[in-house]
T-cell receptor, first 115, second 114 residues
Framework: AQKVTQAQTEISVVEKEDVTLDCVYE???????LFWYKQPPSGELVFLIR??????QNEISGRYSWNFQKSTSSFNFTITASQVVDSAVYFC????????????FGKGTRLHILP | DAGVTQSPTHLIKTRGQQVTLRCSPK?????VSWYQQALGQGPQFIFQ???????QRGNFPDRFSGHQFPNYSSELNVNALLLGDSALYLC?????????????FGSGTRLTVV
């Protein structure tokens, strides 16, 4: 069965600290996509990254980095030198693209960056 | 270039009523998917429309129905509203075969059922 688990419901850190958001997924497929989305108070889901199951290379984009490990079925997201504008709810998500197009979301982690 | 536009932004309905939510996809996109996001939860897939037909459906009752128009815009209809239907309804658009990679979400319609 498809499942995405974000064990951290809420995290608070002081500005400029690094923070890692955890994501563990379950799937029976060998071909799948993993995503991270940011949801600010406005409600819109902002796409951050997509990873396919055949690409385990870690990625860095500015202050954001992602660690994909198939061996542990994890796709963790790290924000370096956090800023107040990073405060939002972050969702990890999975799509078994060989089956269908729907995206399965985790319950999200609410991140508070304190000034 | 406008992104995904949803209307209305907020809506209050009474239990038992019917509601229609609207979505205009991003320019150039032809596929529309709808998601329901209850408070404190992640979005859940309702259904997807492509070429004016329902292509996929999630685990939602028949009270939830939709439509896609020739201009690719879409409507989500919910009949016999229940209190549990209160949620943020998100529309996502994408283009053709690159649906999953190219999702663009709107800001949603917040529906409150009283």
């Amino acid at each position: 069965a498809q499942k995405v688990t974000q064990a951290q419901t809420e995290i608070s850190v002081v500005e400029k600290e690094d923070v890692t958001l955890d994501c563990v997924y379950e799937t029976r497929d060998t071909t799948y996509y993993l995503f991270w989305y940011k949801q600010p108070p406005s409600g819109e889901l902002v796409f951050l990254i997509r990873r396919n199951s055949f690409d385990e290379q870690n990625e860095i984009s500015g202050r954001y980095s992602w660690n994909f490990q198939k061996s542990t079925s994890s796709f963790n997201f790290t924000i370096t030198a956090s800023q107040v504008v990073d405060s939002a709810v972050y969702f990890c998500a999975l799509s078994e693209a060989a089956r269908d197009d729907k995206i399965i979301f985790g319950k999200g982690t609410r991140l508070h960056i304190l000034p | 270039d406008a992104g995904v536009t949803q209307s209305p932004t907020h809506l209050i309905k009474t239990r038992g009523q019917q509601v229609t939510l609207r979505c205009s996809p991003k320019s150039g996109h032809d596929t529309v998917s709808w998601y329901q996001q209850a408070l404190g939860q992640g979005p859940q897939f309702i259904f997807q429309y492509y070429e004016e037909e329902e292509r996929q459906r999630g685990n939602f009752p028949d009270r939830f129905s939709g439509h896609q128009f020739p201009n690719y815009s879409s409507e989500l209809n919910v009949n016999a509203l229940l209190l549990g239907d209160s949620a943020l309804y998100l529309c996502a658009s994408s283009l053709g075969a690159n649906r999953v990679a190219g999702y663009t979400f709107g800001s949603g319609t917040r529906l409150t059922v009283v």
